[in-house]
């Protein structure tokens, strides 16, 4: 599994930007994906995630500002990010687990796309 982040970039105070992240290559399932981010000097951190089912979930700190979706038919999912503050500033990678086969696992990252929040 190859996963293709983009979308990052540098964003006012209170902006908003839409990251992307695409998987490709030959795999039997994708059940789940997500967000995590790294800020400077700070351990990574899971952002939003959803499953195969649909079900998400949200870091406190991006409750009510994120939102995770996808699109099964693309093996993409997305992250629309509003309201955005410098706490926001960090690198975000892409995450995909499922399966290759019916008892091979992957947990899969992509590389990471940097957002940048500043006046």
């Known amino acids: 599994v190859q996963l293709q982040a983009y979308g990052g970039g540098l964003v006012q105070p209170g902006g908003s930007l839409r990251l992307s992240c695409a998987a490709s290559?030959?795999?039997?399932?994708?059940?789940?994906m997500g967000w995590y981010r790294q800020a400077p000097g700070k351990q990574r951190e899971l952002v939003a995630s959803?499953?195969?089912?649909?079900?998400?979930g949200y870091a406190d700190s991006v409750k009510g500002r994120f939102t995770i979706s996808s699109d099964n038919a693309r093996n993409t999912v997305y992250l629309q990010m509003n309201s955005l503050n410098s706490e926001d500033t960090a690198v975000y990678y892409c995450?995909?687990?499922?399966?290759?086969?019916?008892?091979?696992?992957?947990?899969?990252w992509g590389q990471g796309t940097l957002v940048t929040v500043s006046s």
């Open positions: 290559g030959r795999f039997l399932s994708i059940n789940a």
């Open positions: 995450n995909a687990q499922g399966f290759y086969s019916n008892y091979l696992r992957y947990d899969q």
């Open positions: 959803i499953v195969s089912g649909g079900s998400t």
